[in-house]
């Protein structure tokens, strides 16, 4: 049985090294290849892969939205997140929005291979080298960073560019009320200005897209 992969990334030079290292494995072929969240959609639509292999940053959302849409539909396809942001975040918010396995992209093509045929038969797993370290780290470090239901609806219309008075519109809240919440985000991500806050929500997976 070969495996049919789909590979999603916006550098083509990256795909076309992981599909050449996949054709070299002999059990596995690279049917569908795309560069936005857009495009993932909608191939992962016609071509039904049995394994996605997609990166974390893309030009129109993030890979752990894709993760997350094709999950809400298919829990038995396996899915690879490959990522150059192979921070302690980044893995748990994969682990969370249902990946099969994390790999950094300065590992070797074959060890995403290995994980693409791990996902492949174990989808519902996750498979990641760093991820026992990371659980240490996180059991003996600070609490992850939680947002209040209202501080998330501020961050989420932060992310699509509205600014402090828009927002309060937005929610029917005062501009003070509106400044606090904003003060209190940029408190917990540990940021000084939006630029930095909306980085780092998005590494954490706090949120799924940005708005340019």
Not at 90 to 100: C, L, W
């Amino acid at each position: 049985m070969v495996t049919r992969v789909l590979l999603v990334d916006d550098h083509e030079l990256i795909r076309q090294g992981l599909a050449r290292a996949f054709e070299r494995h002999g059990q596995m072929t690279v049917i569908g290849q795309a560069a936005s969240v857009a495009e993932a959609k909608v191939a992962w639509a016609s071509l039904k892969p049995d394994v996605v292999v997609t990166d974390l940053q893309l030009p129109d959302g993030t890979g752990l939205e894709m993760i997350r849409a094709i999950r809400a539909e298919d829990a038995d396809v396996g899915i690879v997140m490959l990522t150059m942001h192979a921070g302690d975040d980044q893995i748990f918010a994969a682990m969370e929005a249902g990946a099969s396995a994390f790999v950094g992209k300065d590992s070797k093509a074959s060890e995403v291979v290995q994980a693409a045929a791990h996902a492949a038969v174990s989808p519902r797993s996750f498979l990641c080298s760093g991820l026992t370290a990371a659980m240490m780290r996180r059991a003996s470090g600070p609490a992850p960073t939680k947002l209040t239901d209202r501080e998330q609806e501020v961050l989420e219309l932060l992310a699509d560019g509205l600014g402090t008075a828009a927002i309060a519109r937005q929610l029917f809240m005062s501009e003070s009320t509106a400044k606090t919440h904003i003060t209190r985000i940029y408190e917990k991500l540990g940021a000084s200005n939006r630029a930095q806050a909306l980085v780092t929500a998005m590494r954490s997976g706090l949120l799924s897209s940005v708005t340019p």
